[in-house]
């Protein structure tokens, strides 16, 4: 009998190591990758190791260039740590070694993925008749709930661009705040639509799209358009206004994308679910399951309100694909083919908090922002840039770009917590994200003193 347990409990002792160091281990890795290259590099193996001494060079090998994302900490990027039955369940997925393709191939990862795509509707307030598709991140989902609607504005346009491509298309507009995340025009580029052909609509100070300049260019130009919204922008945590960017957009006919990477999960607690105001009448969402949901990396989905959309985007079919008709293939909703089983630990996640550990984990997180940028703010010569209305901060610090280069240079080095800068309107600034279940008050406003001793 093969020893398929072999290594197990050595990578479960280290896994424990490691998450029992999390509260109080330096945040920022204590080396870069070439200590790592030294310690694991090396010729190519000849001959084959014992799994529980491959996991233990692993292990050691890897330390000084692990960094606590998933500790209390870790507040630069939009970071969600990992909820503890989410990592139990995202072991099992790699023990089941699950291919969550078509459901023949497991019926088990089909049904999870459906369960967990009627919760994350419900929760996220969508339209329960929506097709969700379990992706890798934000980019993933942007890119997923694009192609659907560039099928769908095409098709609209009489144009089969699954069959046909791009090559002699009518012509599309695509219509993105200023400020759409990064991930957005990657999409487009990815889906052959391009970057520079956005028409970018004007947004405010705190970043959001200016709906009466979005109504005015969809208005400049009859034919088919996609409009990119967004639920939390990731610099402020601003959000689109959703009822007249619809508005606007079914004037229109334009098919409206939401990029919702961590904000949406705001439709899910009540405090913050105003914000959200609307979000339901777009036609696509693109939401972070390791972002605010906290699942170990990764995992997000692509959520589009017109299943066939969806489907005329994603489908894959073939002679020996066996597909189950009545049955989730998974694959028909994302872009890859085999995959792992992603929706699992998303199951777990939900399950282990419910709708009312989710909406305290949202709300905490915001009233820890809020906490911060009080903390901040009493630094002399120091000024909150935004709206704290949701889990992000700008802040910017005394000393011009270089004293805030510094001070997170300093910030990053102390490694009691590890917070990023940005450019915003033009000035180098910090940028605080707080979305992990485990971060307390305590952590919070150590991380105020130690921001505050970097500048003094
Ligand atoms: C608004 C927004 N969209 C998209 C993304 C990309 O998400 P991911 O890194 O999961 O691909 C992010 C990441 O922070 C984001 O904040």
């Known amino acids: 009998m093969p020893d398929r347990t072999a290594g197990l409990r050595t990578a479960a002792a280290h896994a424990e190591a490691f998450l029992n160091t999390l509260d109080d281990r330096r945040v920022a890795a204590r080396s870069d990758a070439g200590a790592v290259h030294t310690a694991l590099g090396g010729p190519l193996p000849e001959h084959g190791e014992d799994p529980a001494a491959v996991i233990d060079a692993l292990a050691a090998g890897a330390e000084p260039g692990l960094v606590a994302t998933p500790g209390p900490r870790h507040f630069g990027f939009v970071i969600g740590g990992a909820l503890p039955a989410a990592l139990a369940a995202d072991w099992l997925v790699s023990a089941w070694d699950q291919n969550a393709a078509f459901h023949s191939l497991s019926p088990a990862a089909a049904a999870i993925e459906e369960i967990a795509s009627t919760w994350t509707l419900e929760l996220l307030g969508l339209p329960r008749t929506a097709s969700v598709g379990f992706v890798t991140g934000g980019q993933g989902a942007n890119t997923t709930c694009l192609a659907a609607a560039r099928h769908a504005v095409f098709a609209r346009a009489g144009w089969d661009v699954e069959r046909d491509g791009l090559i002699g298309a009518p012509p599309i507009r ?71 960017i619809a508005d606007a957009c079914t004037e229109h006919g334009a098919w409206l994308h939401v990029d919702g990477a961590f904000g949406l999960w705001a439709a899910a607690a009540p405090a913050t679910r105003h914000l959200t105001a609307g979000v339901e009448r777009a036609a696509s969402w693109a939401v972070d399951a390791h972002k605010w949901l906290n699942v170990p990396y990764d995992g997000a989905m692509a959520i589009v309100a017109d299943p066939d959309a969806h489907l005329a985007a994603m489908r894959l079919a073939g002679p020996y694909l066996v597909a189950d008709p009545g049955q989730r293939d998974s694959t028909n909703y994302v872009p890859e083919s085999s995959r792992r089983a992603r929706a699992v630990p998303i199951y777990a996640a939900i399950r282990s908090l419910g709708r009312v550990g989710i909406a305290e984990m949202v709300e905490r997180n915001c009233a820890q922002a809020r906490r911060i940028a009080k903390q901040l703010s009493t630094i002399p010569g120091t000024e909150v840039l935004n709206d704290v209305v949701l889990n992000q901060v700008l802040v910017r610090l005394p000393g011009g770009d270089d004293g805030n280069r510094a001070a997170v240079a300093a910030i990053q080095r102390d490694g009691t917590c590890w917070l990023g800068g940005t450019t915003w309107n033009g000035e180098y600034v910090l940028r605080v994200s707080i979305s992990n279940w485990a971060t307390t008050d305590e952590d919070v406003d150590r991380s105020a003193a130690a921001v505050a001793a970097a500048v003094t």
């Open 174 to 244: 695509i219509l993105c705040g200023e400020q759409a995340h990064a991930t957005i025009y990657t999409s487009l580029r990815l889906l052959g639509l391009g970057e520079q052909t956005v028409i970018p609509i004007p947004a405010d100070a705190q970043g959001r799209m200016e709906p009466a300049a979005l109504a005015e260019a969809l208005a400049a130009n009859a034919g088919p358009a996609i409009v990119c919204a967004q639920a939390g922008n990731v610099a402020t945590g601003a959000f689109d206004a959703f009822e007249p």
